[in-house]
């Protein structure tokens, strides 16, 4: 039987919320006491143990909004917390009511999420569109935060059970949707950049963004939302021609990634920005002011600096604007547009995989192959047999 949170067992919410302001620096403040009311006491150790441990600010923050999602899913379909460990019908239930048949759905209500459940859900503000199944990484990504969690309390989960593992590819299968977001090749970072052409202050902060987003190897949205000044690392100007030594020199600044997905906090990994990008970044931070911290920054409507960092979600939303006003689809792209766009864009030109991989930081040659395999057949020879 469904609920939802006003049959929850009673539970000391506001301890659970000064709990959490612990965690402040990596859970947005105004999702605090939804999280409070969703996780347990236990749920909340759990996550206080994990930034203990050292566990990066951007993981710790999914794994919180993963935990919270899975533990109101469980109250509304079954009514209790969620088992730890979950038994594997659980997890299947997750997969049924997540992964389902579009044109199933059209003649069957009842086939996919019950609307109970859905509506639950949708009051809590932690689901958005119903008439469709999830994506399939989303529900991965949630079962492997599930898994992480299962793990974190010495226990031993049912996730690579055969019946869970044949659901997932059985309902991937079955609801089956083609790929719908765009890369944001070099074409469209031109279109992007005219876009914020100006010389207001958010037009350059947006310049910035975007072009060092893109030109340091397609980072990710939380990479550009925690730059810092103290990262940046002027190195000499370089030959605009890599094969003349001797002729014009163009601007180049390191970038040191400190902790990424993909690095370690104390490893040596950095990327270059070589050229305009250089250019572009100094004339933000130049207009700015801004010598020391987040590289970029919130402005208010009245056009002022304010001290506090951009979030990860307002990079995607500065993206999704400046597509608009392209006269793009902001709902084809995403901030992740900027990082396979690069490879994409690498590949187009013919640049070695492992000398973008070098850029991008790129940890698996599959993932970043795929872009590579995706440009060089539209532009190679073996789909040109009949022209």
Known sequence: MATDLVARPP???VRRAEALDALDSVLPFDRRDLLAEILTDDDVATLRHLAKEGIGANSLR???????????????????PLPWPAPETLLIKFVAHHLWDSSRRESDPTHGMPADIAASLVAQGLLRVTKRPHAP???????????????WRGLVGNFNAPGLQSAIRLAVRAGARPRNRKA???????????????????????????????????RRRSEVSDLRVEQLIEEEPVPADPKDSEGQKIPCLKIRLG???????????????????????????????????AVFRGIDRWGNLEARALTPQAVNLILKRRI???????????????RSGYLTETARRG???????????????????????DAERRLGRAARIIV
């Open 11 to 13: 539970g000391n919410g």
């Open 62 to 80: 999914a794994l919180a909004s993963d935990l919270g999602y899975l533990e109101a899913w469980s109250f509304a379909a079954t009514g209790s």
């Open 137 to 151: 990484s989303t529900v991965r990504r949630r079962l492997s935060s599930w898994s992480t969690l299962t793990r």
């Open 184 to 218: 944001v090749t070099a074409d469209i970072l031109t279109a992007l950049l005219k876009a914020c052409a100006g010389d207001r202050l958010v037009d350059m902060r947006d310049r910035a963004l975007l072009i060092t987003a893109f030109a340091s190897g397609g």
């Open 259 to 293: 902790r990424t997905k993909t690095t370690q906090a104390d490893g040596d990994a950095f990327v270059l920005l070589v050229g305009r990008p250089v250019t572009v970044l100094r004339a933000w931070l130049e207009r700015a002011g801004v010598t020391e911290g």
């Open 324 to 338: 608009a006003e392209a006269g793009f689809d902001p709902q084809a792209f995403s901030a992740h547009g900027l």
């Open 351 to 373: 640049i070695p995989l492992p000398e973008a991989m070098q850029q991008s930081q790129h940890r698996s040659v599959q993932q970043a192959s795929n872009y590579y395999n």
